[in-house]
């Protein structure tokens, strides 16, 4: 037994935030990019894909489908073997999957292999958003957690916005082939510099003595105190063998289903508003450019709430700051529809329900590697943001039922704040953070 041991938390805690850290941020922010990117290049693509396959849109809901279920089986899955192999090696091997899976996609000619290939790339997408998180949340000081770590999430915001752009410039000069040349070659550029800046985890290496003398080397990095006889462990009190029977031991189960309940709740809603936005605006008469600004203020003020409900949240251990965004969130879903003649109160309200709807969302995400114990995170990160998957899945595809429902385009958002209002009690049923 070893009696210099320290918790890797506690050292993490008490040091200034180093340059090694920093880094582990930013790479962990640019593989979201990424992902938010390829995640979204499906979409761009669709109407010149159309053109030159000489099919209707209607062709390729199953290359869309296929894709949010391959994201639901990366996150299910690969959690699990993040807990168990390490959290680089995973990112890695979906930063592979990704890659050669968006490149393959390349080589297509019919929608039945492009479902395939859209697949297998989800997969990889699906893994590289949860283990980014559990990663730059386990490099990050409690202090400031919550914050450093939704600045690293903003960046699938900010793929999904970096979609369009380089979309406007690849796809009139080389087609669709040519953004999802970029979209694969990204991630396989990623690969190498992964391989050599990006450590492993400290919280997954602490107590295992294979790892004893690389935690220590990139422990004096982050202290600038060179140590070699200290033993560095993590100090939790749920201990379990399996990652899967943590998330249901009686110190987590009421969490696991409520982040469960609010991760499908949140995300039912945004990728349904995400999908049929557009088509509302239009049908409410706005031309092309005004519809598409103010569908911008959805993912906008997401990035933004997100922020500064994450400053909130590393100052304030109730998670009573997400409850109350989620209430006005749900009161501006059922003004909006209200709104829909009068271009200036709805570019505010969706800007509103952005700020609160998507911003709650992103910092559900970060909360969720705060809940749970180190051989345990990544597969409750995953599994909670799996819950949401499948809520996207539902959201996306329920649309048109929900439109046919609906008396009027007013309506739907009126429906909408139903979801919502259950993610607000499951909210209030949560209790504290655990930081």
Request: with cysteine; glycine share 8%; aromatic share 8%.
């Amino acid at each position: 037994m070893d009696d210099n041991r320290l918790a890797i938390s506690d050292v993490i805690n008490a040091a200034p935030l180093s340059a090694l850290q920093i880094r582990v941020l930013l790479l962990c922010c640019i593989m979201v990019v990424l992902d938010g990117f390829d995640a979204a290049v499906i979409g761009y693509i669709a109407p010149t894909l159309t053109k030159a396959w000489h099919i209707s849109p209607q062709q390729l809901a199953p290359v869309f489908a296929a894709g949010l279920f391959g994201m639901f089986a990366g996150a299910t899955g690969f959690g699990i073997l993040a807990d168990r192999y390490g959290r680089k090696i995973i990112l890695i091997l979906s930063l592979m999957i990704v890659a050669t899976g968006t490149l393959a996609t390349i080589l297509t000619d019919s929608v039945m292999e492009m479902t395939v290939l859209r697949f297998i790339t989800g997969i990889g997408m699906g893994a590289i958003l949860p283990n980014s998180i559990t990663l730059a949340s386990e490099y990050s000081p409690s202090r400031s957690k919550i914050l450093l770590v939704t600045l690293s999430y903003s960046g699938f915001t900010l793929g999904l916005a970096a979609g369009g752009w380089i979309a406007g410039i690849i796809l009139p000069i080389f087609q669709w082939h040519g953004l999802l040349l970029v979209g694969g070659l990204a991630p396989l550029i990623l690969i190498p510099i992964a391989i050599v800046w990006l450590p492993e985890s400290l919280c997954f290496m602490a107590g295992r003595d294979r790892y004893r003398k690389k935690l220590n080397h990139i422990v004096s990095k982050i202290t600038g105190i060179k140590n070699e006889a200290v033993c560095y462990i993590n100090n939790e009190t749920v201990q379990v063998s399996s990652p899967v029977a943590a998330l249901f031991h009686r110190d987590t189960i009421r969490v696991t289903l409520v982040l469960w309940c609010a991760f499908f709740a949140f995300m039912f809603v945004f990728y349904l508003l995400t999908s049929w936005l557009p088509l509302i605006l239009s049908k409410s008469g706005y031309p092309v450019a005004e519809m598409t600004h103010i569908a911008a203020m959805l993912p906008l003020g997401g990035v933004l709430g997100g922020i500064v409900m994450a400053t909130l949240l590393d100052r304030l251990s109730s998670l009573h700051v997400l409850t109350v965004a989620s209430v006005i969130a749900a009161i501006t879903l059922t003004l909006t529809g209200a709104q829909l003649a009068h271009p200036q109160a709805l570019l505010a309200a969706i800007f509103v329900l952005g700020f609160t709807l998507t911003g709650t969302m992103n910092n559900l995400s970060v909360l969720a590697s705060t809940f749970y114990p180190t051989h345990a995170r990544a597969t409750g990160v995953s599994w909670a943001l799996s819950a949401g998957r499948a809520g996207s899945i539902c959201g996306s595809l329920s649309g048109g039922l929900l439109f046919s429902q609906a008396q009027s385009l007013s309506d739907v958002f009126i429906w909408l704040a139903c979801p919502v209002a259950v993610a607000c009690l499951a909210l209030a049923l949560a209790g504290n953070r655990k930081g």
